[in-house]
C-alpha cells in the first residue's frame, strides 16, 4: 500500500507562483520583437543585395546570370568580400563557425558589426549556409550585453534562453520549434521547479519573434506538395528506408568535416582560405546548377513545385553537390548555420526517390529525407521532426516520421558531430 501511495502521489517539485512569472513577461516580449527585427534587417539586407549581384549586375554586364562564368566569379569575390570583413573588421566576426552551433556563444558588442556583416555577404553571395547559426549569436549577445545594463542583478543564462527562443521563433515563423529545443536543452540538466516554468519566458520571447516575423514577412515553410492523405504499408515501408539513407548520407559530412576543415585551415590566412572555398563552391555550382547555391529555401520551393521536373540522376545530382557545398562552406570559414541548407538536401533526395520509384509519395520521401538528414546534422531530435512535418502539411505524415526517426536516430546517436573543439576534433 505504501509503494501504491508513493507511485500516486503529485510530483514534489515546487512552482513558481505567478507574481514570480509575470515580471519576466515584458522582457520576454521585448527580446522577442527585437530578435526578429534584427533577422528580418539581415535577410532583407541581404535579398536587396542579392538582387543588385544575381541580376541587375550581370543584366548590365550582358552576363548570364546563372552561368558557369558568373557563379564562381561570384563565390570567389564573396570569399574575398567576407575574407576581408574576418582579416580587417574589428572582432574578426566572431569564432571559427566549425566550432558554434545553435548553443550560441556571448560575444562583446564590437564583434557583432562584423559578425552581421559577414552574415548578409554570404547570404547574398551564394554560398550554402543560412542565417541561423550567426543570427542567434548576435541576438544572444545583445540580449545579454543590454540586460545586464537594464537588470544588473538577471543571470546572464536567462538572457540567453529569450534571446535563442526568440530567434528559432522568428526564423521558423511559430514558438513550437522554440519550446522544442528549449526543452530538449532542459532535458540534460536538473531543472529547478516545472518545466513549464522553465519555458513560460522563453516561450514568450519565441512567441513575440514568431508574431513579428509573421506580421512583416509572412513565412510559410509548406513546400504544397501533392497531398498525402491516410499513411499506408507502402509509406511506412519508404519512410523506413529513406530516413536512415539520409542519416547515413549526413554522416558522410559529418566524419568528412574534421578532415575538409584541417585541409582549409592549412591556409591559415582568411585571405586564402575563404577566396580557396568561393573556388570550391564554384566548381560545385558548375556541376549542380544554380538551385544548389544560397540557403536553400526559395530552392526547395521551386523543386517541390515540380515534382516530376527533374529525373532521379539530377535529383541525386543536387542532393550530393548540395552537401558537398555545405561541407565546403561550413569549413572554409563563411559564417552561416547549416540547417536550410541541409533541407534541401533531404528535399533533393526524397525527390530521388519518388523518381526511382513512382510508388514513393513525394510528401513521405521529401519529409523522411528531410528528417534522416537533420538528424545526422543537426543532433536536434525535436527540430529535425518539427521540421520534416512542417515541410507537409498533412497530420497523417507525423505517425510515418516518428517511426522513421527511430532506426535514422540509432544511426547517428552517440557519433561525431557536425561541430569541431578549438583543437579541430569533432564534439561527440
Known sequence: MAQDSAHQSPSTAPAAEARALLPTVVPALLVGVVASLVLLG????????????????????????????????MLVATGIAVGLVVWKVPGHAGPDPATTGLDAPVLPPAVLPGLLLATAFVLAGGPSLGPENPIITVNVSLAVWLGAKAVPRAPERGWVALAE????????????????????????????????????????????????TALVSRPNFDLHLPSFGRPGWGDLLAALVIAPVGALLGMCAVYAFPYVHGAFRRLRHPMLLLPAGGVVLGA??????????FKGLDEIAELAHDPEG???????????????ALLVAASCGFRGGRIFPAVFVGTALGLC?????????????????????????????????????????????????????????????????????ADGTAVR
Open 42 to 73: 539581415v535577410s532583407t539586407a541581404a535579398e536587396e543585395l542579392q538582387d543588385v549581384l544575381w541580376r541587375d549586375l550581370p543584366d548590365a554586364l550582358g552576363v548570364g546570370r546563372y552561368s558557369v562564368l558568373w557563379m564562381s566569379v
Open 284 to 293: 560545385l555550382a558548375a556541376l549542380g546548377g544554380h538551385l544548389t547555391l
Open 165 to 212: 527562443a526568440a530567434t528559432i521563433g522568428a526564423l521558423f515563423g511559430t514558438p513550437v520549434a522554440a519550446a522544442l529545443v528549449i526543452s530538449e536543452a532542459l532535458a540534460g540538466q536538473r531543472i529547478e521547479g516545472r518545466l513549464w516554468d522553465s519555458l513560460f519566458a522563453p516561450l514568450a520571447a519565441a512567441g513575440a519573434g514568431a508574431l513579428t
Open 310 to 324: 527533374w529525373s532521379a540522376g539530377e535529383f541525386a545530382t543536387m542532393t550530393v553537390v548540395k552537401l558537398a
Open 353 to 421: 526517390a519518388h523518381a526511382l520509384v513512382s510508388g514513393v509519395h513525394p510528401a513521405v520521401g521529401v519529409s523522411a529525407g528531410v528528417l534522416g538528414i537533420l538528424l545526422a546534422i543537426t543532433r536536434q531530435g525535436w527540430v529535425s521532426l518539427f521540421v520534416a512535418a512542417v515541410l507537409v502539411a498533412s497530420p497523417g505524415i507525423l505517425t510515418l516520421l516518428c517511426l522513421a526517426s527511430l532506426p535514422a536516430w540509432l544511426l547517428v546517436t552517440g557519433r561525431p558531430q557536425m561541430q569541431l573543439r
